[in-house]
């Protein structure tokens, strides 16, 4: 009866501190999302407020000393360093609003996707359904970026990579948990895309944001075609 006794006792001890371990893992885990969306939203103003600012006063100089010069030769390169100006402030408008979307902090995540669905329609040609429905209202505020962030890259994907010309994004749940899709009807895979992807970057960061919520990422070939992450 003492040994028995004695190993419920262990028991009982094994699983508290296991317990304890995964609460502190989840702490840790919600700190590190809060901290990335925190230096997101640092660099974003940095982009916007110092870089976005010195190529815009940057430009103005181009442009009035193009006005100024009369060799034709020297005005066609002033002109052209302007244009590349007006590029590197359009490239620091999108990598702006891909940090930290505002439309993201101010109408949350449903709005959210819907603005980044028009978005990469305007970019790529890829057209975007966002269906509707009470689950994106049951998504915590907490997860929206990490949700968000890799809902972009997912879409950038299957834009970029699988030759996609629609996708359907929709979230359903479960007593048990919640499910976001994203659905393509691009070509497919033949093998598994997540043991391919390991040496890029994109499926990883998705995987290191799903893992840091309690989630997991699958990604499965749709039968006629397409993927369904």
């Known amino acids: 009866w003492r040994d028995t006794a004695r190993a419920l006792q262990a028991q009982r001890a094994s699983e508290a501190e296991k317990a304890r371990y995964v609460a502190r893992l989840e702490e840790l885990s919600a700190q590190l999302l809060e901290a990335e969306q925190r230096e997101r939203a640092r660099i974003a103003e940095l982009l916007h407020d110092e870089v976005g600012q010195t190529l815009f006063a940057c430009r103005l100089q ?7 010069v009369r060799d034709p030769d020297a005005r066609e390169l ?5 244009a ?14 891909d940090l930290s979307p505002p439309v993201l902090h101010d109408l949350g995540l449903a709005e959210a996707i819907e603005w980044l669905l028009r978005r990469t329609e305007t970019r ?7 269906l509707p429905g009470p689950t994106w209202r049951r998504i915590p505020a907490a997860w929206h970026p990490a949700l968000f962030h890799s809902l972009n890259e997912l879409l950038s994907n299957a834009a970029r990579h699988a030759d996609a010309s629609q996708v359907e994004v929709s979230a359903a749940a479960t007593a048990e948990c919640i499910r976001v899709a994203v659905r393509d009807d691009g070509r497919g895979f033949v093998r598994s895309p997540l043991r391919e992807a390991r040496t890029g970057f994109g499926l990883f960061s ?10 997991e990422l699958r990604v499965e070939p749709i039968p006629g075609g397409g993927t369904q992450a």
Request: glycine share 10%; net charge positive; hydrophobic share 45%.
């Open 78 to 82: 002033l002109e052209e360093a302007h």
């Open 62 to 68: 181009l442009e009035r000393a193009s006005e100024r």
């Open 84 to 97: 590349l100006a007006g590029v590197a402030m359009a490239s620091t408008r999108e990598l702006t609003a």
């Open 124 to 130: 790529f040609g890829l057209r975007g359904r966002l």
């Open 206 to 215: 998705i995987e290191r944001r799903m893992a840091c919520l309690g989630a």
